[in-house]
């Protein structure tokens, strides 16, 4: 089998894995009891808060642990009231956890504003400074890579505009944490989000960054764990491998962003030299994600099921966010950026277990699988 949907999720590192095998045994103690098991486990998780800061660039008590991006984003967009701010701006090609969440907030009377994009798919700067200059406080959440094509925004850039209108800066930062070096102390951002199972940790913990002076409420009632941000007993094992695993992917980062990227333009390179009509979207070879390469292949009468029988094959793959799979609606991202042609759309990510010679078997399933369909149309 080879795994090319690296930005629905990533294997676990065995590393990550054994620490938290080995953690297992170990630290069993509810980490808000105040005995010594409580003690020792809250103390791990501390220790794991300053390891994720130190990585980030941040503050330890910046650092709250989550389930994952979905949830981090959902929090940070429903305190925007609370925040002061007076609309929400963000884009039409943002992930779900955040576009859903905008437009139910939009329902309770909070202005919620898109901005334009340009031809490849990125933020239209000078459109989003007008909409800024709408309202007296914005909160603007533009995810810093998107997940379906790749683009990449420049934090910096957005930053300084929001900080010159006294906006908020929320971030979906999901594609990009163990892929980007982030400075957070010196990035002039509000909110980020993370979710391990991004950089090869385990599923169902994530985090949030929160810059130090800006107060949330929680979105659910209970305990006053995570500083009454997220109440609920912590998932200690989901963050010790979390913070395994994002120390593993910071430490490597440099040769790893060189490898992955290598994956992705020898893939696009000998795909496009075997099948000359593919088309690649979003700006796939500029200000880019080095983990996403979206595809369109030429129309035949049975491209509907090109995704299965790539995956019948051996090869894993998507048409999209994972979150949209089993739905039969159309991407929204690629609805909103021009695609080079009508054909079916697959993205292709790559990750850290990746290899040359898996590009290489890739191509020859993906031609094998078109000359068939063509063969039958």
């Known amino acids: 089998m080879i795994y090319f949907d690296n930005a629905a999720t990533t294997p676990m590192h065995p590393e990550v894995i054994e ?42 008590g910046e650092i709250y642990f989550t389930s994952g991006g979905t949830e981090s984003d959902n929090i940070v967009l429903h305190n925007a009231s609370a925040l002061g701010c007076q609309q929400i701006i963000t884009s039409k090609i943002e992930h779900h956890a955040v576009l859903h969440t905008a437009q139910e907030i939009e329902k309770t009377g909070m202005a919620v504003k898109y901005v334009n994009l340009t031809k490849l798919g990125h933020v239209n700067i000078n459109h989003l400074e007008e909409l800024l200059k709408s309202a007296p406080k914005s909160m603007v959440s533009l995810m810093h890579a998107n997940n379906e094509i790749g683009n990449k925004i420049d934090l910096l850039e957005v930053g300084e505009l929001c900080k010159k209108y006294n906006a908020l800066f929320h971030s979906d930062t999901v594609q990009t944490i163990g892929y980007h070096k982030f400075n957070l102390k010196d990035t002039p951002i509000d909110f980020v989000v993370g979710a391990a199972h991004k950089f090869n940790g385990p599923k169902g913990i994530g985090f949030l960054f929160k810059r130090k002076g800006l107060a949330l409420n929680s979105m659910q009632y209970g305990g006053a764990q995570e500083k009454g941000i997220r109440c609920g007993t912590e998932n200690v094992l989901g963050i010790i491998g979390m913070a395994k695993a ?132």
């Not at 992955?260 to 200000?287: C, H, R, S």
């Not at 048409?319 to 021009?338: D, K, Q, R």
């Open 19 to 60: 620490t938290m095998h080995q953690k297992m045994h170990e630290f069993y103690g509810n980490p808000s009891s105040s005995h010594a098991a409580g003690r020792k486990v809250k103390s791990e998780i501390e220790y794991a808060r300053r390891s994720i800061a130190k990585c980030m660039g941040c503050e330890p």
């Open 246 to 377: 994002l120390d593993i992917a910071t430490g490597v980062q440099d040769e790893k962003i060189k490898k992955i990227a290598e994956l992705k333009f020898t893939f696009a390179k000998k795909l496009k030299e075997a099948l000359p009509e593919i088309g690649f979207n979003g700006d796939w070879n500029g200000k880019s994600n080095p983990t996403v390469l979206n595809v369109t292949f030429p129309m035949t009468e049975n491209n509907s099921m090109l995704l299965f029988n790539l995956d019948i094959e051996g090869l894993c793959a998507s048409s999209g966010s994972a979150c949209s799979s089993g739905s039969n609606v159309g991407s929204h991202v690629l609805a909103e950026v021009p695609k080079s042609s009508d054909g079916p759309s697959i993205r292709f990510s790559f990750g850290m277990f990746n290899t040359l010679d898996e590009v290489d078997e890739a191509i020859a399933i993906i031609s094998n699988v078109l000359d068939l369909e063509c063969a039958n149309s």
